[in-house]
């Protein structure tokens, strides 16, 4: 495209790649600022683009539950990041789980490859004074910028505590002990590992981790962590039996030793499709380093665990986007830059993707006097987004997608599985019908740069 002004995106996360490439294959020149791997930042491991920090699992795939509705919109605005996770799923039961490593490295070559986009290794210590900008600098914004965003938005900017789960060699699992099968046989049904408990050995595990040192440990009281990201050791504190109703609930589940349903169940899941590597689902954690592999060696098949990865914490910024943000996501006293990802106020990897993807659309939109790329709200990702830029929104904390934020069905379903097709039907034929009375084209599906396996 001819005469478009350069935009600049900040950040190389799943936000900043998916909303860089959405502006290049349009014919905008993009320049991509990433600080990684000069600067890496507290949870970062590797210098590629869209590199995941937390969990490799994308969630359920369900289409007619929230997640899985999220990733059909994806699909049909045509957003690389979801097609790269297709591209390197790997077994996961009913959740679309990646190969994390050939899930970045596709991203980061396609990205970089592309004619149009600029991949600039450096941190940005300030904004442009010229041209559009979408920051999606993610919930690890560096010190520079975050001085920058607090001049720029003043005492409405927000940060909480987040936290990543350890990873396991996938050798050093005893599978005498644990066992492959998902809950209620769901997905190939033997995606997970699952390390069975007894009564005795769960509330020994529970002492031993509500006694293990943690790291700054006045730092990360519940009231500052994000509920939906808590560490197992906090949803410990809660009652003896609160991590048995949460990550480590066994319904649904069988140990083929004895035949009956565990005490409690401790799921691991593949972080890659060749099995090598397997994660700890649900145990986010704020131990040391010593005592987490002290702690979560008493895990029944994890005694002799060889920890790849210790699970970390690290500080999330976000601004208080109800005040601050328009639902085009540009900041409603400075309609020149726009925000995108997690530090934007929305939680979860295909959350960013879809605010990076929306911050695009609205960023041609602009330069092509086309009115605004706004999504119906009885969308997933229209809703999400309607949540997250309402002045009416009150006490907001970062929220993922959930059916909750839809608008209620008229007439109401009440059985639940019924409830969620009708609004999963609803959403479809409103995003069907609202992309073709847009002026905004959305791309065919995307298409990395190589093969099938994620492989270049």
């Not at 996360?13 to 000069?38: D, H, I, T």
């Not at 899985?68 to 699909?75: A, D, F, H, N, W």
Request: charged fraction near 20%; hydrophobic fraction near 40%; charge should be negative.
């Amino acid at each position: 495209m001819h005469n478009t002004p350069l935009v600049t995106v900040i950040g190389g996360g799943l936000a900043g790649s998916e909303a860089a490439w959405q502006l290049a294959e349009r014919g905008v020149q993009v320049r991509l600022f990433e600080m990684r791997p000069g600067t890496a930042g507290p949870a970062h491991h590797t210098g590629n683009l869209a590199e995941l920090v937390c969990s490799n699992s994308f969630k359920g795939d369900d289409p007619d539950t929230p997640p899985g509705m999220l990733k059909r919109e994806l699909s049909q605005l045509g957003s690389l990041i979801m097609s790269v996770a297709r591209r390197t799923a790997v077994p996961a039961g009913a959740a679309l789980a990646v190969d994390r490593e050939a899930f970045s490295g596709l991203v980061t070559r396609t990205i970089q490859s592309h004619p149009l986009i600029d991949v600039i290794r450096e941190q940005a210590a300030e904004l442009p004074q010229s041209g559009p900008v979408i920051i999606a600098t993610g919930p690890l914004t560096g010190p520079a910028l975050e001085d920058e965003l607090s001049r720029l938005v003043g005492d409405d900017r927000l940060s909480f505590y987040d936290a990543a789960a350890p990873i396991v060699d996938a050798y050093s699992i005893d599978r005498t002990v644990v066992f492959a099968a998902s809950r209620y046989e769901k997905g190939e049904g033997a995606d997970y590992l699952n390390c069975p408990m007894d009564r005795e050995q769960y509330e020994t595990f529970i002492e031993q981790l509500l006694s293990a040192q943690r790291v700054n440990a006045k730092e990360f009281e519940s009231s500052d962590l994000f509920q939906a990201c808590q560490p197992i050791e906090e949803i410990a504190r809660r009652g003896a039996d609160a991590a048995r109703f949460g990550s480590m609930k066994p319904v649904g589940l069988t140990d083929p030793r004895t035949g009956q349903r565990p005490w409690a169940v401790v799921q691991l899941r593949p972080e890659n499709r060749d099995g090598t590597a397997y994660n700890l689902v649900g145990f986010q954690t704020n131990l040391t380093f010593g005592e987490q592999a002290r702690v979560f060696r008493l895990i029944p098949g994890l005694h002799d665990a060889e920890f790849l990865r210790f699970g970390v914490m690290h500080r999330n910024t976000y601004i208080d986007a109800p005040r601050l943000l328009t639902p085009g996501l540009c900041l409603r006293d400075n309609t020149r830059i726009r925000f995108a990802g997690q530090v934007s106020g929305t939680e979860g990897y295909l959350e960013a993707v879809g605010s990076g993807l929306l911050a695009a659309l609205n960023v041609y939109a602009e330069i092509t006097s086309a009115p605004p790329f706004v999504l119906p709200k009885d969308t997933a990702l229209g809703a999400l987004i309607g949540y997250a830029t309402d002045p009416e929104t009150r006490h907001y904390q970062p929220m993922h997608v959930n059916i909750g934020l839809l608008p209620a069905l008229e007439p109401p379903v009440r059985q639940k599985r019924a409830r969620y097709a009708a609004h999963a039907e609803r959403a479809r034929q409103s995003l069907s019908g609202y992309l073709l009375s847009s002026s905004v084209r959305v791309l065919d599906q995307a298409r990395p740069i190589d093969g099938e396996d994620g492989q270049g």
